[in-house]
């Protein structure tokens, strides 16, 4: 029981790339989020989604997309990358019943 | 805006209570407060929440004044690897949507001296 994998652990881009940065889940819970931290900072929602084929934008969207085909996958996706996206992008998911989050190792990535 | 104020570091000696502090002045009635921790660049880690009862669980213990204006966690025994950023963040119960996603501040570096 991996709970929640994330890949890759790291990552560099150049100006204008893309990538898609995965996350999966061996739990079958039904919310699954993404959230980025920027150096000394707490953590912000990017995106989220509460089931299958529904997803929806959290606090700081601009500059990405996400899908949710099916329960275990919620790939986000960086079509231009910019400088201003050099983060760690933590994934993570939530019970419908319950009340905690349970966060992946997190994806660390430079935009050169 | 900040929902809660949290120092910013703070020190504890190994083996000893380590007692964080956190303002939320304006909670409102349905918002819960809960406490994650994230150790070096990890991800976030729960450790519990509460309404406004006293809440203990294996990790640590939650005391929620009257009037719900502030809280305080308890580390009862910290150890080196009690280590980590402490966030407090205020919550209503979970209704599905936006509102689901956590509102994290800078937090308090907790530094366990051995």
């Known amino acids: 029981n991996a709970g929640v994998t994330q890949t890759p652990k790291f990552r560099i881009l150049k100006i204008g790339q893309s990538m898609t940065l995965q996350c999966t889940q061996d739990?079958?819970?039904?919310?699954m989020y993404w959230y980025r931290q920027d150096p000394g900072m707490g953590l912000k929602l990017i995106y989220y989604?509460?089931?299958?084929?529904?997803?929806d934008k959290g606090e700081v969207p601009n500059g990405y997309n996400v899908s949710r085909s099916t329960t275990e996958d919620f790939p986000l996706r960086l079509e231009l990358a910019a400088p201003s996206q050099t983060s760690v992008y933590f994934c993570?998911?939530?019970?419908?019943?319950?009340?905690?989050?349970?966060f992946g190792p997190g994806t660390r990535l430079t935009v050169l | 805006d900040a929902k809660t104020t949290q120092p910013p570091s703070m020190d504890c000696a190994e083996g000893r209570a380590a007692n964080l502090p956190c303002n939320h002045s304006?909670?409102?009635?349905?918002?819960?407060v809960y406490w994650y921790r994230q150790i070096h660049s990890q991800g976030p880690q729960y450790i519990i929440h509460?309404?406004?009862n006293n809440e203990t669980n294996e990790m640590a213990s939650l005391i929620i004044t009257e009037d719900r204006k502030s809280s305080t966690l308890i580390l009862p025994h910290a150890t080196l690897r009690d280590t980590a950023v402490y966030y407090c963040?205020?919550?209503?119960?979970?209704?599905?949507?936006?509102?689901?996603?956590?509102?994290f501040g800078k937090g308090t570096h907790l530094i366990i001296q051995p």
């Open positions: 993570a998911i939530r019970d419908s019943r319950g009340s905690e989050q349970f």
């Open positions: 739990m079958n819970h039904n919310y």
């Open positions: 989604s509460v089931g299958a084929g529904i997803t």
């Open positions: 304006t909670i409102s009635g349905n918002e819960y």
């Open positions: 509460g309404l406004k």
């Open positions: 963040i205020v919550l209503a119960k979970y209704s599905g949507g936006g509102a689901d996603g956590l509102t």
